[in-house]
Every structure is written in structure tokens, then in C-alpha cells.
């Protein structure tokens, strides 16, 4: 069995939150071809989208591998040091801890794993955005596995009729529900809509049970109990056969829909979709961007990437995305640019509340 880890920290921006320093990259790809020559690793590659750097690994450990996770989070380290000796900025930003106990999770990175047989081809698509949180997710997967507009399989290919298996969780309240569709979307609809707290984590094929898709959960604020930056997710999609093919796996980024982050995490703007030269937010720290990197992966050799959203078709979503960042960016601190204030509860509101809140009285 193949497993294909995504792992993924913000550890020093450059300039601001915009960019990374080829320096941490330099140092993360030393680290990486280190474990492959030792056999821990049977390949990878290191990219990054805004300043969240990405680690995409293929190994034969399992998901969760202390190894692996170990591995990930003296990368983290190690490059968290380079980037303190550049002062980028928030140096660490996500690491919560600098104690390692046993696996990433609830210390600050993201992560998506998947293990599966691998198929004679296997193409798979990995996602991954800045200036957003871990629901964003819930729309496009939804798209891809639930809505015959978008994927034309859920009609006509037999092996997708059957439909898809979500495992929905509650990111606040620490709980999972699996919903199948097609028969149960209008149940599940009302947990994805509200991506703030409730986030697909799996998507199972139901005709053999494979694993389809995988997301990062994690979110930044929820773990440390503050807010110290969005959580910038990942995703990884396999496609073809089984699953819906690549063109409908893309697709529902045609849309810049909107999602919660942007500037300090605290407001709304559009998903825009960009290739990996343009994955550089700079505008209000934005407006929020994703990339997909397509592999196919050969004996557990990743080749590629191939730079997915790099294609005039996805230009009108580009164009879309600034329309609409015009629009909002022009309400100011006003909703529905700034997150509600249930969303901001991680930021200044708490303190002003404390300040302020003697001084509100009975109507």
C-alpha cells in the first residue's frame, strides 16, 4: 500500500505574508532528499502557495507514521530557523509546539494523507491554498463527488453512479458523521454550507470503499486558543476510473467562490484560482489563492508537478476574483467583507469586549 502525505506550516513569510524565502525551500528539499536516500521517503516534492510552505510525500509507512510526521516537523523546525536568521516574518507562525510528540496533529501544521493500492494509472491532484481556512474545501468537494452539473460521471459513468461516502466534521465540537450521496445531499448540504465549522475531512467511493479525496481539518485557532493565523489547507484528489476525471475535479474552481481569511483571517473574499508564479497574495494580504499540482504517480514516484490552474481557461475566474475583491474590499470593516463577530471571537473583539462590555446596559 502507497501513502501520499501532505504537510504543510507557515514558518516565515517573505515579504510580509506574500511570498517564501527560496532559502527555506533550499533547506526543506535538502532535508527531504536526505530521508529518500535513507529509504523513509520513496519521493517528494516541496512547493509552496503565499508563505505556507508544502511538503508532498509518498511512502509505504501508513497515515499518521511517527517517522514521517517526525521528519515534517524538524523541516518545520530547521527552516523556522533559517527564516529567523532572514527575520522574515512570524518566523514559527505555526508551530505551536517545539516539543515533537509522536505525530503533527494539534501542533499547528495542516495535514492530508492518504494510503491506497496504487492503480495502473493513477493521477491525483493536490490542492493548496493561502489566506483561507479549513472549510474552504466543502464547496468544491461537493461540486466534484455530489453534483451531476459539475460532474457529468455522477450520471453517465457507471463506477461514479453509485455515488460518494462524506465524513463531515464538526471542527468545534469534535465530532464526525458520515453522509452518503446521492440519497442523503440535502442532509449533508446543511453542514457544508457552513464551512466556519463544519468541514469535509474524506471522500469514499461507494462502489469499493477507496479513498477518493482527503482534506486538512485543522484549525489554527481552535488548537492554540487564539488567533495566530489562518489555517491555509490542503487537499488531494485522486482522479479517473473510480473518481471523477480531472477536467471535472478542476472545475468547480471556475467559480471564485467565497471564503473566510484574507487579512488577519478576519474577512470574506474570492477562492481565486492561480498557477503556481502567481500564488503571491499581496493584495490586502490577498485576495485568498489556490494552486493545484497534478502528479501522476508511478511506483510511488511522483511525476510532475504539472501546474494545473496555469491556463487561459481559468482567466475569467481570475478576472471574476478581482471583480468581486473590488467589491468587497469597498465595505471596509463593515459585514459582509469582515468576518461576523462569532467568527472573530480569536482576534481584538475579546479584548474590547473586556474593555467596553461594563459599559453596555439594559435596553
Not at 13 to 19: C, F, L, P, S
Not at 186 to 193: K, S, T, V
Not at 327 to 339: I, M, S, T, V, W
Request: hydrophobic share 40%.
Amino acid at each position: 500500500m502507497l501513502t501520499l502525505s501532505v504537510i504543510k506550516a507557515d514558518i516565515g513569510g517573505y515579504v510580509g505574508h506574500t511570498n517564501i524565502h527560496p532559502d527555506l525551500l533550499e533547506k526543506a528539499q535538502e532535508m527531504l532528499a536526505k530521508a529518500k536516500s535513507q529509504r523513509l521517503l520513496i519521493d517528494f516534492h516541496a512547493t509552496h502557495v503565499g508563505d505556507d510552505l508544502q511538503l508532498i510525500m509518498t511512502h509505504e509507512r501508513g497515515d499518521e507514521d511517527e517517522k514521517v510526521h517526525k521528519l515534517a516537523f524538524d523541516i518545520f523546525m530547521a527552516c523556522t530557523e533559517v527564516a529567523r536568521g532572514l527575520k522574515l516574518y512570524g518566523a514559527g507562525q505555526d508551530l505551536l509546539s517545539e516539543a515533537f510528540s509522536g505525530n503533527v496533529r494539534g501542533m499547528g501544521p495542516g495535514v492530508a494523507e492518504m494510503t491506497f493500492e496504487e492503480r495502473p494509472s493513477e493521477p491525483v491532484i493536490v490542492f493548496m491554498a493561502d489566506k483561507t481556512s479549513a472549510g474552504a474545501w466543502n464547496f468544491p468537494l461537493y461540486k466534484m463527488f455530489a453534483d451531476p452539473f459539475n460532474t457529468a460521471g455522477l450520471v453517465i459513468s457507471d463506477s461514479l453512479h453509485q455515488g460518494f461516502a462524506f465524513e463531515i466534521q464538526d471542527v468545534k465540537g469534535h465530532k464526525k458523521i458520515t453522509l452518503n450521496g446521492p440519497e442523503e445531499i440535502y442532509d449533508m448540504l446543511m453542514f457544508l454550507g457552513a464551512p466556519s465549522r463544519y468541514a469535509v475531512k474524506r471522500v469514499m467511493s461507494r462502489s469499493n470503499n477507496d479513498i477518493a479525496a482527503v482534506s486538512s481539518t485543522e484549525r489554527l485557532a481552535e488548537v492554540a486558543g487564539r488567533y495566530v493565523g489562518k489555517d491555509d489547507p490542503v487537499c488531494v484528489v485522486r482522479c479517473q476510473g473510480n473518481f471523477p476525471a480531472v477536467g471535472e475535479v478542476l472545475e468547480p474552481f471556475a467559480l471564485p467562490f467565497t471564503v473566510e481569511g484574507w487579512m488577519r483571517g478576519s474577512h470574506n473574499g474570492p477562492l481565486m484560482p492561480v498557477g503556481f508564479k502567481q500564488a503571491t497574495p499581496s493584495r490586502f494580504d490577498g485576495p485568498p489563492r489556490v494552486i493545484a499540482a497534478g502528479f501522476q504517480i508511478a511506483n510511488g514516484k511522483l511525476v510532475g508537478p504539472r501546474d494545473m490552474f496555469d491556463d487561459p481557461s481559468f482567466d475569467g475566474a481570475r478576472q471574476q476574483a478581482n471583480v468581486i475583491a473590488d467589491y468587497l474590499r469597498q465595505h471596509g470593516p463593515f459585514e459582509p467583507h469582515r468576518l461576523p463577530l462569532d467568527e472573530m471571537e480569536y482576534t481584538t473583539m475579546s479584548g474590547i469586549m473586556r474593555k467596553l462590555g461594563n459599559r453596555f446596559s439594559d435596553l
